[in-house]
C-alpha cells in the first residue's frame, strides 16, 4: 500500500519527479507553498508523512508533536550537517537533499512505521501529549556520551486557591539537596510564578522560558541546560549543597513561552543532570483552548498537563480547611480524566485546629474517608505561619530558617526516607546540645 505525502520546500520539485518514478512505496499527494497549508492538509488526514525539502528551519519540536497528534511522521532533507543533527535531536529523520528516491521512500517508510509504534490514542479531555514519545529522547545519530538520565520528576499539583504547592515543592527540593542528591527546580506555573520571589532571587529573566526556546529547536544540552539553571547555594546551617533552579515567567502574559512538546523536552533533559527534578505545576487543568480552530495553537494549560503525564510521582497538594477539601475533591476527579495515568498522593497543607476542629488530623481522615476518593491521605503538613513567615522574609527555606519546625520535618517526610531524615536530624540535635554544653 502507498504511503500518501505531503511535500513543501525549495527542492521539493524534483524530489516529487523521483518519487513518482518510482510508481509505489509513496504517493505525493500534495505539495504546499508554505508551512500553515502544510499543516491544513496533516490535519485534515491527506497524509501519513510530510517531507521538507530544505528550508528546515521552520521544524520544531511544537511542530513535530502537534504533527504526531494527527499520526504524521516528519522527515528533513538538509544539506547541513548541523542542521541534521538538529532534527535528529528532535527525533526527525534526515538525509541531504540530493538522497536517492529509493532511500527517502525507505526514510518515509521508516519515519511511519516509529510513528505508529511509539504514538498511542491520547484522552479525548487531554491536550499536552498527543501520544508521542517524548522529544527529548535520545535519537539515532545522537552521541553515546551524554546517556539517558534516571532522574526522578516530582509534580506538586493542587487546586485554586493557593493551598501551598510553591512552598512543598521548593522546601522538598531543598531537602532532597540536604540528603546529597542533585535536584532542579522546575517553576512551570504559567498562572503565577513565584519560586525565584519565594528563593529571594532575581526575577528579570525567566529561565524555564529560556529553556524552552532551545528546547523547541532542538538546542537544548546538557551545558546550556546547566548555564540556564540558576544555582542556589544553601546555607551553612543546612548543610552544604546547591540547588539548580529554572526560574518561571515573569509575566503572565507571557505562557505562550512554555510550549507542551518544549516543555517536555526540557525536563526530559533535567533528568540527565539531576536524581530528582521537582515541577511547581500551575492549578488548572481545562481543555476548552482545544475547541480553538487553529490547532496549532500554543494552549495555556499544556504546561501543566505535559508536567503531569511525564512525573513519575504526583503530589496533590490541598488546603485543610472547609473550602479546600471540596476543592481538591473535585480537582481530583478532573485530573483522573485529563491525566489518567496520575496516581496522585493526597498531601493536605495548613492543618491546623482553627479550621477542622479540635483534632484536625483525625477530623480530616474522617471527613476525607466519607467524603474523599479513593486516593488515601499520605501525609498532613501543619500550619506553622512563623516559620513559613521567616523563610519567606528571608528568602531561604524552612531548612535554614525554621529546622527544628514541625512544618520543616513534615515536608522533609514526604520525599527523604524516614530513617534518613531521623539520623540526620539527631546529629544536628546532637551538635546543638555540644555547642551549648561548651
Known amino acids: 500500500m502507498s504511503i500518501p505525502v505531503v511535500t513543501?520546500?525549495?527542492?521539493?520539485?524534483?524530489?516529487?519527479?523521483?518519487?513518482?518514478?518510482?510508481?509505489?512505496?509513496?504517493?505525493?499527494?500534495?505539495?504546499?507553498?508554505?508551512?500553515?497549508?502544510?499543516?491544513?492538509?496533516?490535519?485534515?488526514?491527506?497524509?501519513?508523512?510530510?517531507?521538507?525539502?530544505?528550508?528546515?528551519?521552520?521544524?520544531?519540536?511544537?511542530?513535530?508533536?502537534?504533527?504526531?497528534?494527527?499520526?504524521?511522521?516528519?522527515?528533513?532533507?538538509?544539506?547541513?550537517?548541523?542542521?541534521?543533527?538538529?532534527?535528529?535531536?528532535?527525533?526527525?529523520?534526515?538525509?541531504?537533499?540530493?538522497?536517492?528516491?529509493?532511500?527517502?521512500?525507505?526514510?518515509?517508510?521508516?519515519?511511519?512505521?516509529?510513528?505508529?509504534?511509539?504514538?498511542?490514542?491520547?484522552?479525548?479531555?487531554?491536550?499536552?501529549?498527543?501520544?508521542?514519545?517524548?522529544?527529548?529522547?535520545?535519537?539515532?545519530?545522537?552521541?553515546?556520551?551524554?546517556?539517558?538520565?534516571?532522574?526522578?520528576?516530582?509534580a506538586f499539583w493542587g487546586?485554586?486557591?493557593?493551598?501551598?504547592?510553591?512552598?512543598?515543592?521548593?522546601?522538598?527540593?531543598?531537602?532532597?539537596?540536604?540528603?546529597?542528591?542533585?535536584?532542579?527546580?522546575?517553576?512551570?506555573?504559567?498562572?503565577?510564578?513565584?519560586?525565584?520571589?519565594?528563593?529571594?532571587?532575581?526575577?528579570?529573566?525567566?529561565?524555564?522560558?529560556?529553556a524552552c526556546r532551545l528546547a523547541d529547536q532542538g538546542l537544548l544540552d546538557r551545558q546550556s541546560l546547566e548555564r540556564i539553571a540558576t544555582p542556589v547555594i544553601m546555607g551553612p546551617a543546612a548543610g552544604v549543597g546547591t540547588l539548580r533552579v529554572l526560574t518561571g515567567l515573569t509575566r503572565a502574559d507571557r505562557w505562550p513561552e512554555i510550549r507542551a512538546a518544549a516543555l517536555g523536552a526540557v525536563l526530559e533533559r533535567c533528568r540527565e543532570i539531576a536524581d530528582s527534578v521537582i515541577v511547581d505545576a500551575g492549578f488548572c487543568l481545562e481543555a476548552d483552548e482545544e475547541l480553538s480552530f487553529d490547532t496549532m495553537a500554543p494552549r495555556r494549560n499544556a504546561a501543566t498537563l505535559r508536567s503531569l503525564e511525564v512525573a513519575d510521582r504526583v503530589f496533590a497538594v490541598g488546603a485543610a480547611d472547609p473550602v479546600g477539601m471540596p476543592r481538591l475533591v473535585r480537582a481530583l476527579g478532573e485530573l483522573e480524566q485529563a491525566v489518567p495515568q496520575a496516581s496522585p498522593a493526597v498531601v493536605f497543607n495548613k492543618v491546623r485546629p482553627g479550621s477542622v476542629g479540635r483534632f484536625p488530623e483525625r477530623a480530616l481522615r474522617e471527613a476525607w474517608d466519607r467524603f474523599g476518593p479513593a486516593h488515601p491521605i499520605t501525609a498532613m503538613i501543619p500550619f506553622d505561619g512563623a516559620a513559613a513567615d521567616a523563610a519567606l522574609l528571608g528568602g531561604s527555606v524552612l531548612l535554614e530558617a525554621a529546622?527544628?519546625?514541625?512544618?520543616?520535618?513534615?515536608?522533609?517526610?514526604?520525599?527523604?526516607?524516614?530513617?534518613?531524615?531521623?539520623?540526620?536530624?539527631a546529629r544536628r540535635k546532637t551538635k546543638a546540645g555540644v555547642g551549648a554544653e561548651r
Not at 187 to 198: C, E, H, L, P, R
Open 159 to 210: 487546586p485554586i486557591g493557593s493551598p501551598g504547592r510553591t512552598t512543598l515543592a521548593v522546601n522538598c527540593a531543598a531537602e532532597l539537596v540536604a540528603e546529597g542528591r542533585r535536584v532542579v527546580l522546575v517553576d512551570a506555573d504559567t498562572y503565577g510564578a513565584s519560586v525565584a520571589a519565594m528563593l529571594g532571587l532575581l526575577d528579570d529573566s525567566a529561565g524555564l522560558a529560556q
Open 403 to 425: 529546622p527544628e519546625s514541625g512544618i520543616r520535618n513534615s515536608i522533609a517526610r514526604l520525599v527523604c526516607e524516614p530513617a534518613q531524615h531521623d539520623r540526620r536530624f
Open 8 to 154: 513543501i520546500g525549495a527542492g521539493q520539485a524534483e524530489l516529487v519527479g523521483s518519487l513518482e518514478r518510482l510508481h509505489g512505496p509513496v504517493t505525493v499527494v500534495r505539495r504546499c507553498s508554505e508551512l500553515a497549508e502544510l499543516i491544513a492538509a496533516c490535519q485534515t488526514g491527506l497524509a501519513r508523512a510530510a517531507v521538507v525539502a530544505g528550508g528546515t528551519a521552520d521544524i520544531t519540536a511544537t511542530l513535530v508533536d502537534r504533527l504526531a497528534t494527527v499520526g504524521v511522521a516528519l522527515v528533513g532533507l538538509s544539506d547541513d550537517d548541523a542542521e541534521r543533527s538538529r532534527l535528529e535531536g528532535l527525533g526527525v529523520l534526515s538525509a541531504r537533499e540530493g538522497v536517492a528516491a529509493s532511500e527517502l521512500a525507505g526514510m518515509i517508510a521508516e519515519a511511519v512505521e516509529r510513528a505508529a509504534l511509539t504514538s498511542a490514542p491520547a484522552p479525548l479531555s487531554s491536550f499536552a501529549v498527543p501520544g508521542a514519545r517524548p522529544l527529548a529522547e535520545p535519537a539515532q545519530g545522537e552521541s553515546s556520551e551524554e546517556p539517558a538520565g534516571e532522574g526522578e520528576i516530582i
